[in-house]
T-cell receptor, first 113, second 110 residues
Framework: DAGVTQSPTHLIKTRGQQVTLRCSPK?????VSWYQQALGQGPQFIFQ???????QRGNFPDRFSGHQFPNYSSELNVNALLLGDSALYLC????????????FGPGTRLTVT | GQSLEQPSEVTAVEGAIVQINCTYQ??????LSWYQQHDGGAPTFLSY????GLEETGRFSSFLSRSDSYGYLLLQELQMKDSASYFC???????????FGSGTRLLVRP
């Protein structure tokens, strides 16, 4: 049973560029959430997708956008990258209303220079 | 605003018992989850409390007191592999997101 997978593992971008991160949820899961985790901090909720729609959003600017596909996989897009966007980006999946029990992927380490 | 407080670091000896506390202030509360994260790894789900009381899962137990806005994670028979960061996370009413604390770094010594 495949768990949550994310790609790429690491990414280095320059300020002002755009980036797309990808996530495949755990088999049987239909809901995907994205989190940003700075070093030494807890994950911060970016948004959650269910049935291909953004169901809830955290306190992140519109530069952060996402998408969910019919097969439940998801993308996170970040435009106009800032140095402060450097972080570990985690994707988590769960079954619809069981958001208390989320399964996290290994993350994408984004470095903005 | 929403806030969760946990100790930043805890040190314990192999074989001992350690308790990691979490207090929260949120507008609405649905339940408290605990996650473990090893350095360089992904957070993994440990336990969930929606009702007051103790939930036991092997060596790990989690407790919740809704009236005190307080919970804790209890780790028994500590092993070296338990050295990791532990996060409490709150799900609020009518919300799907999890709000995470800043985490407690547990160091288990031989």
């Amino acid at each position: 049973d495949a768990g949550v997978t994310q790609s790429p593992t690491h990414l280095i971008k320059t300020r002002g560029q755009q980036v797309t991160l990808r996530c495949s949820p755990k088999s049987g899961h239909d809901t995907v959430s994205w989190y940003q985790q700075a070093l030494g901090q807890g994950p911060q909720f970016i948004f959650q997708y269910y049935e291909e729609e953004e169901r809830q959003r955290g306190n992140f600017p519109d530069r952060f956008s996402g998408h969910q596909f019919p097969n439940y996989s998801s993308e996170l897009n970040v435009n106009a990258l800032l140095l402060g966007d450097s972080a570990l980006y985690l994707c988590a999946s769960c079954i619809r209303d069981n958001s208390y029990e989320q399964y996290f992927g290994p993350g994408t380490r984004l470095t903005v220079t | 605003g929403q806030s969760l407080e946990q100790p930043s670091e805890v040190t314990a000896v192999e074989g001992a018992i350690v308790q990691i506390n979490c207090t929260y202030q949120t507008s609405g509360f649905y339940g408290l989850s605990w996650y473990q994260q090893h350095d360089g790894g992904a957070p993994t789900f440990l336990s969930y409390n929606a009702l007051d009381g103790l939930e036991e899962t092997g060596r790990f137990s989690s407790f919740l007191s809704r009236s005190d806005s307080y919970g804790y994670l209890l780790l028994q028979e500590l092993q070296m592999k338990d050295s990791a960061s532990y996060f409490c996370a709150v799900r609020m009413d009518s919300s799907y997101k999890l709000i995470f604390g800043s985490g407690t770094r547990l160091l288990v010594r031989p």
